[in-house]
């Protein structure tokens, strides 16, 4: 079994930066791949960056260039470094793992991924 907990989401200026931060407990094996994900009022829950135990990355190409997905695997703990914030990135923030390797689109398809935190609000205001 894998618990994820997130935390950091905040309410920020246009422009600012954040660091969502997702501890995870159970064996690693089951988290092989992790991700960030977001859903905002209305609308669908949507994959922002993915991280493979191997290295391997995706991103959403709304947020490429902006955002950086990492982890320190002495802490148990994905990050999500988010900077040059836009109102449009105001949502729940979700951290999710799953058992499987996935790569590409793949990784940032909700259904993909079996274990599920219960998110954090990221507030994006001018």
């Known amino acids: 079994q894998v618990e994820l907990v997130e935390s950091g989401g905040d309410s920020v200026q246009t422009g600012g930066s954040l660091r969502l931060s997702c501890a995870a407990s159970g064996n690693t094996y089951s988290r092989r791949s992790m991700g960030w994900f977001r859903q905002a009022p209305g609308k669908e829950r949507e994959g922002v960056a993915a991280?493979?135990?191997?290295?391997?990355?995706t991103y959403a190409d709304s947020v490429k260039g902006r955002f950086t997905i990492s982890q320190d695997n002495s802490k148990n703990t994905l990050y999500l470094q988010m900077n040059s914030l836009k109102s449009e990135d105001t949502a729940m923030y979700y951290c999710?793992?799953?058992?499987?390797?996935?790569?590409?689109?793949?990784?940032?398809?909700?259904?993909?991924?079996?274990?599920w935190g219960q998110g954090t609000q990221v507030t994006v205001s001018s």
């Open positions: 991280l493979t135990s191997a290295g391997s990355t």
């Open positions: 999710a793992a799953d058992p499987k390797i996935l790569l590409g689109g793949w990784a940032l398809v909700s259904r993909d991924y079996k274990y």
